[in-house]
């Protein structure tokens, strides 16, 4: 009869408690690190206050405030989201460093029949977003905002770029076409269900950062970004589907890209 457990037992125990100890500390010294350096982006009161215009016949409200919570509240971005065009003035502008629209230029004050629909952006409305980015401002532009608002304007002037259509919605890959830009820093070509824009763009060829092609190859521009005065543009075609804009990959464009408009990604 052993009194005592014998020496190959108590080795055992002894590593097991020893592998035990060594993965506890492990774990510990990761959430210690993961706690001690947290983003710089919640290391300062003072940070960039964005405005968001959302929401058309074709685009809830709901479905693009829902899709911007995430990458703007990552990036510690205070934001108000607004729905009412008549907001939109020079003066309520100048509150903000950054604005994003996912909107088109219509609205339908009198109901949806064909013809009903009017352009609400006004001359001093178009006037005040290019000065808000000459001024320095950001301007983060996404799916239908090229669409739909007065031709030969200072609005488009920001764009250098236009509406084209589109097809219905449908699974298309998105491919980077820059991938030495802050703004696809950790980005990969993806594949998406959406709306696939035909975007014509006027701008630099350096300037594009992303392309849609179709399983039949029909492709267009789908991202470009552009410096005007002392502010920063930049286009992002996806954001039709709930799909498109939560997908992992444009989720890192949008924050990549409120990074870069606000000039974070600059070195100091």
Request: hydrophobic share 40%; charged share 20%.
């Given at each position: 009869?052993?009194?005592?457990?014998?020496?190959?037992?108590?080795?055992?125990?002894?590593?097991?408690?020893?592998?035990?100890?060594?993965?506890?500390?492990?774990?510990?010294?990761?959430?210690?690190?993961?706690?001690?350096?947290?983003?710089?982006?919640?290391?300062?009161?003072?940070?960039?206050?964005?405005?968001?215009?959302?929401?058309?016949?074709?685009?809830?409200?709901?479905?693009?405030?829902?899709?911007?919570?995430?990458?703007?509240?990552?990036?510690?971005?205070?934001?108000?989201?607004?729905?009412?065009h008549?907001?939109?003035?020079?003066?309520a502008?100048?509150?903000?460093?950054?604005l994003?629209?996912?909107?088109?230029?219509?609205?339908?004050?009198?109901?949806y029949?064909?013809?009903?629909?009017?352009?609400?952006?006004?001359?001093?409305?178009?006037?005040?977003?290019?000065?808000?980015?000459?001024?320095?401002?950001?301007?983060?532009?996404?799916?239908?905002?090229?669409?739909?608002?007065?031709?030969n304007?200072?609005?488009?002037?920001?764009?250098?770029?236009?509406?084209?259509?589109?097809?219905?919605?449908?699974?298309?890959?998105?491919?980077?076409?820059?991938?030495?830009?802050?703004?696809?820093?950790g980005?990969?070509?993806?594949?998406?269900?959406?709306?696939?824009?035909?975007?014509?763009?006027?701008?630099?060829?350096?300037?594009?950062?992303?392309?849609?092609?179709?399983?039949?190859?029909?492709?267009?521009?789908?991202?470009w970004?552009?410096?005007?005065?002392?502010?920063?543009?930049?286009?992002?075609?996806?954001?039709?589907?709930?799909?498109?804009?939560?997908?992992?990959?444009?989720?890192?464009?949008?924050?990549?890209?409120?990074?870069?408009?606000?000039?974070?990604?600059?070195?100091?």
């Amino acid at each position: 009869m052993k009194l005592m457990p014998s020496l190959t037992n108590n080795n055992g125990e002894s590593s097991r408690f020893f592998v035990l100890f060594a993965i506890a500390f492990s774990l510990a010294t990761v959430l210690s690190a993961q706690i001690n350096n947290s983003s710089d982006v919640y290391s300062s009161v003072d940070r960039p206050r964005a405005l968001v215009m959302m929401g058309d016949r074709y685009h809830s409200p709901v479905h693009v405030r829902d899709g911007l919570m995430r990458p703007l509240a990552l990036e510690n971005i205070p934001v108000v989201y607004i729905e009412n065009h008549e907001a939109l003035t020079a003066e309520a502008l100048k509150e903000f460093d950054l604005l994003i629209f996912l909107k088109d230029g219509n609205i339908w004050p009198n109901g949806y029949e064909r013809g009903a629909q009017v352009q609400w952006m006004t001359d001093e409305q178009q006037q005040a977003v290019y000065d808000f980015v000459d001024n320095g401002g950001g301007f983060l532009a996404l799916h239908n905002s090229h669409g739909l608002y007065p031709p030969n304007g200072p609005y488009y002037e920001v764009f250098k770029g236009d509406f084209g259509g589109h097809p219905a919605p449908e699974e298309f890959m998105v491919r980077v076409e820059d991938k030495n830009h802050p703004i696809t820093a950790g980005v990969e070509d993806f594949r998406v269900f959406d709306e696939q824009h035909m975007s014509k763009y006027y701008g630099d060829p350096d300037q594009l950062l992303l392309r849609n092609i179709s399983d039949a190859n029909k492709s267009a521009p789908a991202g470009w970004w552009r410096e005007m005065g002392k502010g920063r543009f930049v286009y992002l075609a996806p954001g039709h589907t709930k799909e498109a804009i939560g997908h992992p990959m444009m989720v890192k464009l949008l924050r990549n890209s409120v990074r870069w408009l606000t000039k974070q990604t600059d070195e100091k």
